[in-house]
């Protein structure tokens, strides 16, 4: 009888009720653990939200903002296979 029963973890991770807190969860976890990925951008970039596949960083220095510009399909590529999917599509700076 108790194999009927799912741990929470499992209900949140697998249930289709649940898949807009996942979508949300992934997104958060974008934006903490930017200066993770990237400690060396740290001192330069903010990572300041999420919103609808675009991590919105902000960045003072316009020479900076340039050269992150360049970099950003580097970016991306990096941040979604840190997160092990999909979810930054584009970086607009701030």
Known sequence: M???????KDVIG???EFKKIRE???????????AEIFPDL?????AKKF???KLFLRVENSVWRSEL?????????????AVGEQV??????L
């Open 2 to 8: 108790l194999s009927k029963y799912k741990s929470l």
């Open 14 to 16: 697998t249930e289709d």
């Open 24 to 34: 949300i969860t992934k997104e958060q976890e974008v934006v903490e653990k930017f």
């Open 42 to 46: 740290s001192k330069i970039a903010n």
């Open 51 to 53: 919103d609808k596949g």
């Open 69 to 81: 510009n360049f970099k950003q399909s580097l970016m991306i590529a990096k941040l979604n296979e």
């Open 88 to 93: 930054v599509k584009a970086i607009k700076f």
